[in-house]
């Protein structure tokens, strides 16, 4: 068994559902779950219409609305209209379901407030929509789809807007709902981000919050695998609008990926992956666009083919802090105190390195600065460096290739550093450099790891 799950743009029209549904029909043999985004920009749009309803803008959110439709419907035009029959009922239902969301527009118009409960109601709808339809465009193009409503199979807690599963209860739904279906050859369609409390009660789990279905999804059956489905090739060696030579990595592991993600690496969110990652289930990233390009896998263990650079990254506009002990050598507490200071203006640091005198740190929150600098004063001599960038290369045991560090180092040549820490795990090095030097630093860096021979084969 696996779990397809295809993001918005993947669904974005009818030659994009058509194309997903491809993908799924050469897949079923795997016995494919499939979990679908609502349609590109949907969510959105519900967003907005909700905005507009508690600004009492009734036109907005008619005209919003009535574009929604729309999209639906074109859909449905172009993929399900042969068969009358199937056209009516998916119509009826977008009707019943535009009817309601109309009802609690007007509520929160009345009230002139939306609550996180009426939210979830309005925003899950761009899923409900879009997974009726992709069922039905299934049937016509001859693959048994059988549409399933999250609600009886991802339970959650009360915690509108950001849900969380409740993963036994869950399981036991999934077991009951799907596996039948999957054992007479169906191919069941979810919409993902959705869920509903053990009352019934329809939450959402998050923005973004598909790829999380799907891994839910997953792990209470036990899939083999876990597909996410979205635009681009995978996870890469850097961000290719910096690097148009970045590659694609096959394979990496989850704490390398959510490492990557802090960089902000947008592709796949670590977080929304846990489930699966937990019972160690791989998590495939794949591009509708590009199907014969074989993606990146992401699993407990990542590549044990070898180690050293997974990726370089990013991470701009950051604040070096550096605290040097007015207090004589050795006296014992300092750290205590200039972390206490951190922790009362909640400021969280990210790299710290420190010698026997002094400790430099780095923030990506500037808005408590010039009180932080004022409650250190009285601990230690302060020195402040602003528009900073983290530059770090990610990989499990980076550093056991012997080569590694040479190659960094060497590809920094003429790039000044003030700091630079070599994770504990062993995950990163992060070098931090001025702001104008970090494309020049992250682009010798990629091309000496990544574009040049050089990984000796383990
Ligand atoms: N449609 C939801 C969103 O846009 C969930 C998702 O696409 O993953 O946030
Ligand atoms: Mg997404």
Redesign the pocket.
């Known amino acids: 068994m696996i779990v397809i799950k295809f ?2 743009t993947s669904v974005g029209n009818a030659d994009r559902v058509a194309n997903a549904i491809d993908i799924v029909a050469a897949r079923r043999e795997q016995k494919p779950i499939v979990v679908v ?1 609502a349609l590109a920009g949907v969510t959105n749009e519900l967003v907005a219409a909700l905005e507009a309803a508690r600004a009492g803008d009734g036109e907005r959110v008619d005209k919003i609305i009535a574009d929604v439709r729309q999209r639906h419907e074109d859909v449905a035009v172009r993929l399900v209209q042969q068969k009358i029959d199937f056209f009516e009922s998916f119509t009826r239902q977008l009707d019943k379901q535009i009817e309601q969301i109309h009802t609690i527009l007007r509520g929160i118009t009345l009230l002139g407030e939306i609550t996180a409960r009426a939210k979830d109601k309005v925003v899950s709808i761009g899923e409900k929509l879009s997974s009726v339809l992709f069922a039905y465009s299934m049937m016509m193009r001859a693959v048994p789809g059988e549409h399933v409503h999250s609600e009886e199979v991802v339970i959650t807690d009360e915690r509108f807007g950001e849900a969380r599963p409740l993963m036994g209860e869950t399981r036991a739904a999934a077991r009951r709902v799907l596996l039948p279906l999957v054992e007479r050859n169906l191919v069941p369609v979810l919409g993902g981000f959705i869920g509903s409390t053990r009352d019934g009660a329809t939450t959402t789990l998050g923005r ?1 919050g ?2 999380y279905s799907a891994a839910i999804i997953g792990a209470a059956v036990g899939a083999d695998e876990i597909q996410i489905w979205t635009d681009v090739d995978g996870m890469m060696t850097c961000d290719p609008r910096l690097i148009p030579n970045a590659r694609v990595i096959d394979t990496i592991s989850y704490v390398e990926a959510a490492e990557l993600a802090w960089f902000g690496a947008k592709v796949l969110h670590p977080k929304t992956i846990a489930p699966a990652v937990e019972q160690n289930i791989p998590v495939r990233v794949l591009n509708t666009h590009n199907v014969s390009s074989p993606g990146t896998l992401v699993t407990r263990a990542g590549d044990t083919r070898d180690h050293g650079a997974r990726a370089v990254a990013v991470k701009r506009g950051v604040t070096v802090v550096n605290m040097t002990s007015s207090q004589m050598l050795g006296a014992h507490g300092f750290l205590a105190k200039l972390f206490a200071i951190f922790e009362q203006l909640q400021v969280s640091v990210d790299l710290i390195t420190t010698s026997e005198v002094s400790v430099s740190v780095t923030i990506d929150d500037k808005h408590n600065l010039k009180q932080l600098v004022e409650r250190l004063a009285p601990v230690a001599s302060v020195e402040v460096m602003e528009n900073q960038s983290i530059v770090a290369v990610v990989g499990r045991n980076l550093m056991r290739d012997s080569e590694v560090g040479a190659k960094i180092f060497t590809a920094l040549r003429g790039v000044p550093m003030s700091m630079f820490a070599l994770g504990t795990s062993g995950l990163n090095l992060s070098i931090v450099v001025d702001e104008k030097d970090a494309d020049r630093a992250v682009k010798s860096i990629h091309e000496a790891l990544f574009e040049t021979p050089l990984r000796a084969a383990v």
């Open positions: 993001g918005g985004s973004g598909s790829d």
